[in-house]
């Protein structure tokens, strides 16, 4: 089992910015495809960024260049910097890692965290 534990979502109005930080174990970093997904009300679980071992990163094309995902080895986290947030952002994001997949942001991965919600108000 691996524990991924998301931190940073909460409330902002539209044009806002949030990073997100997922804590996951070391060696995750090391081989995982790393990623974040989202779930609104009502609506399917979907891919928002993904990272690879590598540091090859994949972003869904809602995401118009407003979000970056990034890794911290040193401090075993994972973030998604987001930007120039809409209305239309708002959802619970997850922290997702699966240790055999190439880079993709199908909601397939092996481990999801808790999530962390973002809401964002127009």
């Known amino acids: 089992q691996v524990q991924l534990v998301e931190s940073g979502g909460g409330s902002v109005q539209s044009g806002g910015s949030l990073r997100l930080s997922c804590e996951a174990p070391r060696y995750t970093f090391a081989s995982f495809l790393m990623g974040w997904f989202r779930q609104a009300p009502g609506k399917e679980r979907e891919g928002v960024a993904a990272i690879d071992s590598d540091g090859r990163t994949s972003y869904a094309d809602f995401v118009e260049g407003r979000f970056i995902i990034s890794q911290d080895y040193a401090k075993n986290l994972l973030y998604l910097e987001m930007d120039n947030l809409k209305p239309e952002d708002t959802a619970m994001y997850y922290c997702?890692?699966?240790?055999?997949?190439?880079?993709?942001?199908?909601?397939?991965?092996?481990?999801y965290g808790q999530g962390t919600q973002v809401t964002v108000s127009s």
């Open positions: 997702a890692a699966d240790p055999g997949l190439e880079l993709t942001l199908k909601p397939i991965f092996g481990y």
